[in-house]
Nanobody
Framework: QVQLVESGGGLVQPGGSLRLSCVAS????????MGWYRQAPGKQRELVAS???????NYADSVKGRITISRDHAKNTVYLQMNSLKPEDTAVYYC??????????WGQGTQVTVSS
């Protein structure tokens, strides 16, 4: 059974940092492209960053230069390092695993709140 478990969310002041983690189980991690998405209240879920099986990355324009996605194949984990956080980064952050020919798998989400 494929499972993604996110952690690392919380309350942080503007300008602060957080690192989110997503641990995958039940899959051959190296075969999956991974992504972080977020959904703010009343808004659609949007892509934050993605990383392919070979480490190519893609970022939403709104987070470029502030957020870095990475993966550790030995730990079956994908990370999202978030710096210089803004109130508009407040959302539930979700991890997604995607592989050709297979259904996407989503984690349960972790809340990030940026507020003073």
């Amino acid at each position: 059974q494929v499972q993604l478990v996110e952690s690392g969310g919380g309350l942080v002041q503007p300008g602060g940092s957080l690192r989110l983690s997503c641990v995958a189980s039940g899959i051959i991690f190296s075969f999956y492209n991974m992504g972080w998405y977020r959904q703010a209240p009343g808004k659609q879920r949007e892509l934050v960053a993605s990383i392919t099986t070979v480490g190519s990355t893609n970022y939403a324009d709104s987070v470029k230069g502030r957020i870095t996605i990475s993966r550790d194949h030995a730990k079956n984990t994908v990370y999202l390092q978030m710096n210089s956080l803004k109130p508009e980064d407040t959302a539930v952050y979700y991890c997604k695993a995607q592989s050709y020919g297979k259904s996407d798998t989503w984690g349960q989400g972790t809340q990030v709140t940026v507020s003073s």
